[in-house]
């Protein structure tokens, strides 16, 4: 266990805090907060000898490949941050070696490179294995695929200030001005809210709050907020709230507007699909899922990423959703329905 600092932040050369400290903190952070009712922010900032505030930017930078990973990506972690606590959910994967992304495995096998050609000379017996075996997966990668995933047209240079902001407004309980730009909006809107929580899921942070022009609590994605600023009025969360309420599976969603839509996986990914949701198995080995959606637009996505594997049973509806996004397409690639 780290022993405390005496309250101070750990801090590296220059008075920064170092990538290695930052790791020494995160792999302490999930476990413990992974235990039921999460942690106390106040107990694991006195154990680490840190601020709560740093420890809040650790706990961002554990999902921070959200903000450049394309949507759809997924995610195994949840993490719902509230003022006072952390509460840390997996699905357990991290029992079993790191995947990575193709981008992530071209980023590493370029650094490779360049280990070797400034490294000492033996650093070519501790690189090359881990080399081949890199450039042997990229190789069989499809070279426009790879190139999509280097794209950095998804990072957003502004966005890192909105979410400091509405962290420290959450972690104050201090009322916060957003203007947000809702899914099949046509102009942004100014809402004022309370943030109660922050939940991350499926890629994506999102901000639990109570909205004072509607009365109750809202979902609102962070990267779809274009601004955010205090208004000052403090306030206290409810004790009935729970965060874990807006969250099914690895998704956040917002209870009472949703569509129940019924989901067959092919017996080809539904072992993959039953890791991270709950469904039943049918005769043929096929899992069938049911899944609640808010956004038609979400679910025509996350079918066609499976093409002729997922099929859409019900309601008639949500075919239609996926029907009406096929038709612009030729016959030839048009997946069954």
Known sequence: MPEAKGGRDQAGPGGAS?????????LYILPAA??????????????LGVSPRTLSADITDVVARAYYHPAESGSDIQVHLYSERVEVFTTGDFQRPVRLSLAEAACL????????????????????PTLTLLEEALAGADAAELLKEL???????????IRETVTCCLQEKEAVRLRYFKPAGHAPESRTVRPYALAHAEGHWYLLAFCEASREVRVFRMDRILEAAPTGPRFEVPAEFDAGAFVQGSRVYRGGEETEVRVRYSPAIARWIAERVEGERDPEGGLVVTHRVVDPAWIVRHVLQYGPDAVVLEPEEARGWVREALAPLPAANQVPI
Request: charged share 25%; aromatic share 0%; net charge negative.
């Open 34 to 47: 992974s235990r039921e009712g999460g942690a106390a922010l106040d107990e694991l900032a006195g154990t």
């Open 151 to 161: 794209e950095t047209a998804d990072l957003r240079p502004g966005e890192s200030g």
């Open 18 to 26: 170092t990538a290695a400290d930052q790791l020494e903190r995160i």
């Open 109 to 128: 096998g370029l650094a490779l490179r360049g280990a070797l050609a400034t490294g000492p000379g033996t650093a070519g017996a501790e690189v090359s």
